[in-house]
């Protein structure tokens, strides 16, 4: 990568965790008080006011450091000129990573932000707007409150924390009695398996070192990407599950094994294969 390069991904870095910090304080104030809470697609994919307050926070801090930057947002899909060029900046958004949990009085919940060119991840930011833990990426490293990640290696996969939101209720429609007969499994395979229902947010922990796995079979970009970074940067690894279809990078894929340092859990890449296998099946079948 070329010095240009590293000084705009550390630009982007500082962009994004700036706009992060901007809507961290409306977000925590608004927490465990009235959100005015919608069903999105249904019961268990809610959005509130401050999710779409957040947005617009998040994406005018963006749009002034990066005017010709395009933002992909959960709450507001697309904001820019069109669909980014090769060249041009694309943020990858969300507001409140965890919306249930925030929704519910549950404090495991962030903000996520991301930035690609031309579909490769160059900078990330995840802030915890309750803890106050601020995690962010450039293209060479990535930090904790302003120090350095570097986290060991990780355990074998007996003595491992795993964390994921596998199954949801989208998964459970889409994989049935296999959904809980792999939950059950990881339940044996993994010292510890915790269902926290805020991917982007399990990723930072992965990266930080809190947690040694984290797996999603369910996800869209803005759950992921942020995370994505964070862990590559700190050394660990994050694989994109496409479960057939043809996608131009791992973080837009919807599913995901993430891993960190040293971690090679041979349980996720099976179950990564049954699903594969299964979805495979439907997808013929539906032809």
């Known amino acids: 990568?070329?010095?240009?390069?590293?000084?705009?991904?550390?630009?982007?870095?500082?962009?994004?965790?700036?706009?992060?910090?901007?809507?961290?304080?409306?977000?925590?104030?608004?927490?465990?008080?009235?959100?005015?809470?919608?069903?999105?697609?249904?019961?268990?994919?809610l959005v509130t006011d401050v999710d779409r307050q957040s947005q617009e926070i998040i994406t005018q801090s963006l749009r002034e450091a990066f005017p010709k930057s395009w933002v992909l947002g959960e709450e507001n899909i697309a904001a820019g000129s069109g669909i980014a060029s090769p060249t041009e900046v694309q943020w990858i958004v969300d507001p409140i990573d965890g919306t249930s949990n925030f929704v519910h009085g549950v404090a495991f919940f962030c903000i996520s932000i991301a930035a690609a060119i031309d579909n490769e991840l160059v900078a990330a930011a995840i802030v915890d707007p309750i803890s106050g833990d601020q995690f962010s990426a450039n293209s060479q490293a990535a930090y904790h409150n302003g120090e350095l990640l570097s986290p060991g290696n990780r355990p074998e996969q007996a003595r491992a924390n795993l964390m994921t939101d596998y199954p949801g209720a989208e998964s459970m429609l889409k994989d049935g009695p296999l959904a809980l007969e792999l939950f059950g499994q990881w339940i044996q395979d993994f010292a510890t398996v915790r269902r926290k229902v805020s991917a982007a947010l399990g990723l930072a922990h992965v990266a930080a070192g809190w947690c040694d796995a984290s797996v999603g079979f369910d996800t869209k970009p803005w759950d992921v990407a942020a995370g994505a970074h964070l862990i590559r940067m700190s050394g660990g690894s994050y694989r994109g599950l496409a479960f057939g279809k043809q996608v131009a990078a791992d973080h837009l894929c919807e599913g995901f094994i993430a891993q960190g340092p040293g971690a090679d859990y041979e349980s996720l890449a099976r179950s990564a294969s049954r699903v594969h296998q299964l979805r495979s099946q439907s997808q013929v079948k539906q032809i």
């Open 1 to 45: 990568m070329t010095p240009t390069r590293l000084a705009l991904a550390e630009s982007l870095r500082q962009a994004a965790l700036i706009a992060a910090l901007k809507a961290a304080p409306q977000v925590r104030e608004a927490f465990r008080g009235s959100v005015g809470a919608e069903e999105k697609t249904n019961a268990h994919d």
